[in-house]
């Protein structure tokens, strides 16, 4: 998945991610995120750097990410059944 700086949000961190940057490519798991005016600072593998907020990210999610995702999907696919089938009963 590609995002930008600015849509890292904290369920990013520790997903594996990839970015060029000052001309070299940082890959490994994202450690952290520190915005201030505008900029972005990044920890990658351990590996610090600053970009712009429309910076583009590669986020590859982890299995477990992955499943907690989808369990979310279908969790919130469920409640808005059930909604729809208590209004359809009122």
């Not at 990013?12 to 005016?37: E, H, P, T, W």
């Not at 590996?47 to 990210?57: A, K, L, Q, S």
Request: hydrophobic residues 40%; glycine residues 8%; aromatic residues 4%.
């Amino acid at each position: 998945m590609r995002i930008s700086a600015k849509q890292l949000l904290l369920k990013n961190i520790n997903q594996l991610a990839a970015s060029a940057a000052n001309g070299s490519l940082y890959m490994g798991r994202l450690d952290s995120v520190v915005s201030s005016a505008g900029k972005y600072e990044l920890t990658i593998g351990g590996n610090t750097f600053e970009v712009d907020g429309d910076h583009p990210i590669e986020i590859r999610r982890t299995e477990i990410s992955e499943s907690l995702q989808l369990a979310n999907e279908l969790t919130e696919d469920l409640l808005d059944s059930l909604g729809v089938a208590e209004d359809a009963a009122a």
